[in-house]
């Protein structure tokens, strides 16, 4: 006879509770069915008796996980140079670049707007500069913005002068339409970095800048 609950496994028994023919695998040692056994457990947790095994017991706010704290011994010696380079537990601060600095926080909103427009609209930067002796960062965002004003005037008139030389100027006349949608892009880009309180960053520019603020 076929086992109950396998088709075509020969039975070698029957349930001691419910005489089903089973086989050798659903056989427990007890001689009783794998149906009888899910009965009794559901049976048992019915009537508030506990299943069978063992809960772990849940780690408390002051326990930590496994594989995290000292390793064994830590602490049972004199702190090692590994120990002092490597502490562990301790709490993540977010990075520096993510935390304004002290120069930017104490500049007011309408003055970080107005270096922010004096990108797109450099004649703010003249009255930007104004309050550049008490904000530093105001001062060096001013002349930044005049800077990259100016160098994209520069690049304009270096490219439509090399465009009317002839033979040469056809290399110069594809990159002619694309001053003006890069300069506004950009303009705009570091607009809305200088009123986040970022440190904008303009090639050539910024090197120039800071070099003419180092004595100051």
Not at 9 to 33: K, L, M, N
Not at 66 to 72: A, D, S, W
Not at 75 to 94: L, N, V
Not at 116 to 137: C, I, V
Request: net charge neutral; glycine share 8%.
């Amino acid at each position: 006879m076929d086992c109950y609950y396998h088709n075509a496994v020969p039975s070698v028994a029957a349930c001691i509770a419910c005489r089903q023919p089973i086989c050798a695998t659903c056989r427990s040692r007890q001689g009783d069915c794998p149906g009888c056994r899910l009965a009794a457990r559901i049976d048992a947790a019915r009537g508030g008796g506990e299943l069978p095994g063992q809960v772990p017991p849940r780690p408390s706010a002051s326990t930590p996980p496994p594989g995290y704290g000292p390793p064994p011994g830590y602490g049972a010696g004199p702190q090692t140079d590994y120990d002092q380079r490597f502490e562990y537990a301790q709490p993540e601060t977010a990075p520096a670049y993510a935390q304004p600095s002290a120069a930017v926080a104490t500049v007011p909103p309408e003055s970080r707007a107005l270096v922010a427009l004096s990108y797109p609209f450099w004649p703010l930067a003249l009255l930007a500069l104004l309050d550049g002796a008490k904000s530093p960062f105001v001062r060096r965002q001013a002349l930044q913005a005049l800077g990259f004003n100016f160098g994209i005037y520069g690049l304009w008139f270096v490219l439509s002068a090399i465009a009317a030389i002839p033979l040469i100027g056809f290399s110069a006349l594809p990159l002619l339409p694309l001053v003006v949608p890069f300069a506004v892009v950009a303009s705009f880009v570091y607009g809305y970095k200088a009123w986040q309180g970022e440190d904008v960053r303009i090639p050539i520019v910024s090197d120039f800048v800071d070099n003419r603020l180092a004595p100051d």
